[in-house]
């Protein structure tokens, strides 16, 4: 029997009112593995070191993934021209290997590939529909060529770029989510984020919501404001939500590239799996059913999601067996104090102290966003 | 050719005045990859997922490490009885299957194996020199069977037990190296680095030091008391250090496990690369030459050690290949803002907000060390 | 002469553009001297220590301002019964001698004396304007024995009951001030700032602002709510200010009272000199031309704010004398690191440490605003 | 009667094993009231302002302390001369005017008035035994003059310069108290605590202990220290305590002034009066008997040791009239969540936020503390 007839879709699950778990985030982890460099972030590394790939890929299907994204972010061709991160492999090279890498993975459980394209170069260069179309179209066309389930248009702050990606994808026939990087301010011309869910789907888009840039209960505010204009236009679609793995009270329009620890000291932003049990249940509570995560979400942060809604999904992920709910595991400790520590109640309260006592709690972003806000606020 | 023969051992590189890049932690990172469970924390990946042990041993390699330590932490057959994680594997098993990943993958590179034992539960239970040495023996066989280079006793914190642990290993004819996971203030009995230090090389140990428990700059304080006290005793040893790889300010004496952040919110006390280059100097600086990590070091805290000592090695290691210098793969970013850290100056400089405005940065452990250091200032 | 006849009124000053010094706190300085109660805050001290208030009055003349505050808060005999402060003690004791005691230190310097009146527990608990305008009446008649300039409405926090207060205090023919104790998001029934301003100028207020409750920024963001609210509505006003002294970054609508250190370990929260410059500054930059400060407002901060606007006023304060102009006085420090902080970049720049590793540096308010807020943000 | 005749002398009080309820500070406080100029803090104000130092004389009265010292800081000629805050006005005009103000508001009370030296530029200039010597005689000749009941050495940083004054205060006949300014690792030629209390001692000192620098639990340790040497040294001597009113959890051997903050922006660290509760039990528990303050203590301060100490003592200060125990006074607010504060478990374990999520906890100490404490460590 094929694998791929049984497989259900992503629509036939989310119509069916599942909670879809997404997988984590790629670049900024395998950079931390040794295999991404920071700054451009491209993703050779499927061609170069499968293994890592495909061990993290297996990483989030253990931890409950039903999404394996394919590793070709910033994969367009223009933009692994200006990295200059290749120089023997081509664009499409990378992308049937991470294709193929995905779909070993998915197979290997009951997950699904999405095939994903993110913002160009091009389209800040050239403004051009044409151009930027015709880079969206050449990616698709790698993957058509393998067995991919879905697409995903990630990481894009410009919703009109977002757009002309989902016509693209919408031709293959198969189904698209769109996730805009974008704050509860709106996009990076200030089109509201009830617009701009607007916009995607008369578009095309199946799924749509936020990925990236912002903290998670942030992004759970964006995707609201996304609902709150689709109702408003009396349009429907799946809501889609994968916010970055890091602390970012600052909410400013650019996102976490803006603040100073951007990207090498990020580590004390980082979200606990505490973090992620409330943020899935929130996500959960706004109506989102397409709950995953992006940088700074490891494995660990992917099963806490799956284990809280473990309830409405029926099941536990495999990683489960390596995990006691809400610390459980640490009622046979030797120590008294970390006995007390295996109950809910404990880290759902807990203050995580930053052991950094000469550095602040929170920082200026660069792009001076308090004042940009300010004054659209006066307007 | 064997590889085995041209392999120069642990005492030549270090009796050569080599600077031996150690690896990081596996326990923890295996945690947050869904593979061992906190709480008990034993190593039966190593049987059940050894591509998951493969890949990590092979990302510490990458990152420059010359030793891979068996994936082996409280691999005593008493320890895995109480832990209740494994019922059809037996202690040999995992051990042997440890040994042969860590080889596979050191003869991917330069790197020797080193077989690794920890604190015993029967240590505090029976306080018989007899049922301990027992134990130790019973894992060293399983080592011998295989193709490891020399021993590490590691994360004990009563000096006796590790003497005990150095006492059986040195009968095996190779190289032990001896760590303590203690603060400055001395072991669990109080007695204090410098004699620890004295007692462990007098029973054999070939190198000794600290690892886990504490933050790196207490780790080299600890460290550096030892050096003191085997000055002091006329004695000579090799230095070596593997601290946590997370900011413990309260250093008390109980270490990280003590903190309330201890194991499920340490996130906002990650080291950052950066911390890692003034570790590794300050380590270097000290006269330790065998500089690795436990607990928190992630393979890119591994490369920060090797590439903080890339002059004094003569090399940069593999994964530098996807890694500027000190953040130099930013001079090309889009943003002006972020092309700006592409500097030393910026990074080292960098008091990173945590985004966590309602947390303290500073935690009481619950131990109540004060009190205890107190009682002990006073007398 | 009389000194009544050739002092220039409040109007006029305002009229003229001058900018109007106000005074600090009266309340919260004297509980921290030993003369004022927390709790129900009533000033019988006016009466039982007449030295201290006088003395308080001195210091914030001395300090620049142009207005002396009659020591009159919550004054009400509604309030002065319920707080069983006072038995033989009336509340036209109180006034009388406040009013006495403002006077007498006025008349040291170029100030006015400004009768104060501010919300009645009658308000909540009748909701009868006839009962509250009658409280107010009375309290208005024992000011009208004496010498007052003007009159000021503050601290109240229902738009409504100020405009009670205003319409009563305008009978009297002199000019009323009229400050709330509201955030941006409005007063304590909604009621958004512009509105709030529009009502209190057509009930007669010559004078309008907000008071006490939230940190100076975020009063001056209120305040310029206000101002575009007034001249949306075609109407005019002058602009007055005098908020908090304590940083209040969670900026709920109960303000200062909802915070977890209310009242009695606010310390940490309290502002610098060097704030207030930035806050004068804004406040001036925003129109506002009555600037002044309300409980943890000392002196000093006072100073400040006529040595920020020094140019525009074309003077210093008398007590300057012992202040150099951006810690100039510290050019001759033995030391020379303290001697370095002579100079305005080193204040401006400055981040101060609270010297508190285990405390947070934001609170959860009381009164949970943030979910208040998002259900009026969603509708 | 003359009230001289029937007030009990502090020894006679300490030896009777009374709490003796010091002041607070005076020239940060009346710098902060516009009278006092940072930089050279010289007490000229008892000349120009007696108003204004009676009235802060009263406060501390009124909270409790048994003790008013004469308003005579830094009041040598050649601190004097140094500072140029003063030109019409000799040191012995200061002094007297600071002895009458003195007596007359401790006559107010049951109060004892201690004419006070400190430490004099000359020392460190001269290191001239026979001219600091001279100095001192010139200010005690002064106070002589006046009604005073002891003489109070403090704020020195030598103990050699403290060791001369205390050999001329004893000429008077009167008793003498010392306090140093130093931390638990001793005074600035690195001489430890006990080792200083002995010299003291020896000196003739009556009372010793510390004063200003550092925060109060801090120097209640160094007084411990002091206690220490002084039982080993087989002498006895009363133990006194008047530490800074500020969080220094940095703890450098040069004390406040190193610290970023000083002087102008050491809001932040200020201590609430439950830190002060608790520092006044500390204080007792180690034996010292006359508990007070230096600057950063506030009336309000010194009522929250007469609180503390009530039971002991017998009497509330005449400023708990105005204050609730614990905050009782709050049990009739008409918020319930500020209803809930109105007990001492609330302000016990309160950790009271900073309201700046911008700043640090801990700062970086101007003269480089740790450097200087590890070469001693290691030696």
Redesign the interface.
Known sequence: MDSKEKRRGILERLNAGEVVVGDGGYVMQL??????????WTPEAAVEHP??VR?LH??FL??GANVIQTFTFYCSEDKLE???NVTNITGAQINEAACDLAREVANEGDALVAGCVSKT?CY?KSHSENEVKAIFKKQMDDFLKKDIDFFIVEFVDHVEEAVWAVEVLKTSGKPVGATLCISPHGDMHGVPPGQCAVSLVKAGADIVGVNCHL?PLTCVQTV?LMK?GLEKAGLKAHLMIQPLG?????CNI?GY??????????????????DIHKYAREAYNAGIRYIGGCCGF???HI?AIAEEVAAERGFLP??SE???LW?A???????P??RA?ARREY?EN???????????????P??DYEKQLETKI?M
């Open positions: 950079e931390r593995r040794g295999y991404v460099k920071a700054g451009h293994e890592a061990q297996r990483e253990r931890a200006i990295s200059g170069p800040v903290d609201k709150a890091f602390h970012t009270p600052e650019g590239t803006s603040l100073p620890e951007y990207p090498f000291a990020l580590e004390t932003r980082a979200i606990t799996r505490w490891e494995p660990y099963r495999p990683a390596k995990h006691g610390g595991a640490l009622e046979m400790h030797t120590k104090w970390v520590r880290w807990l203050l995580p102290a930053s052991g950094r006592p000469k550095c602040p709690s929170m920082a200026t660069a792009d006066q």
